[in-house]
């Protein structure tokens, strides 16, 4: 009986250092903050899990890394435009960081867009103007029969799969 017992806390015991690990394994920006006392740990770390090539960072990266952290993509697009890092390098520090969540609009936009095309038959321009009004104004005609259709309304997707006019965005 005292076998099975150790047996069971050793196990537990096991399992509870492999959640803390795994808690603690994720790198955050204070971790690879400049000045930060294991800074360059942290960031050979970040070179590894975003898989920079051959597992090394450059003097790039850790400004990419600074500008991601501070919340300017910009940065990162016109260094990914000159040549100085690859987008996934970029994806893979942004990935590693936890900094590419999608916003809840975003993720709005991303279902309703694929909702309207793929399983209502739109256009991928004509879905992306219900999706506009979908998350954007959600209380406009366009936007509530776009709810509707979500919802299963089939007279709803009948009308959408008219292209009323009044769904067009107006994107200026």
Partial sequence: MSITKNL???GMSFGIALIANAAN???????????NKNYHENIEQLAI???LPGNYFNRY???IIS???KGKTDVAESWIDY?????SEVEGIKETLGLNKQSALGSSYQYSSIKFRYEMGLSSAFSDN?????????????GQLAKSAIEGNP???KTLQSYPKYCIWNYK
């Avoid at 394994?25 to 000045?35: E, F, I, K, P, R």
């Avoid at 219900?130 to 366009?142: E, I, N, W």
């Fill in 155 to 157: 007279r709803a997707v």
């Fill in 8 to 10: 069971i806390t050793m």
């Fill in 49 to 51: 899990e975003a898989r």
């Fill in 130 to 142: 219900v999706a506009q009004y979908y998350t954007k104004k959600p209380a406009s005609k366009c």
């Fill in 83 to 87: 040549g100085y890092v690859k987008r």
């Fill in 61 to 63: 990266h850790e400004t």
């Fill in 67 to 69: 500008e991601l952290c």
């Fill in 25 to 35: 394994a994720m790198l955050t920006c204070n971790d690879v903050s400049y000045g």
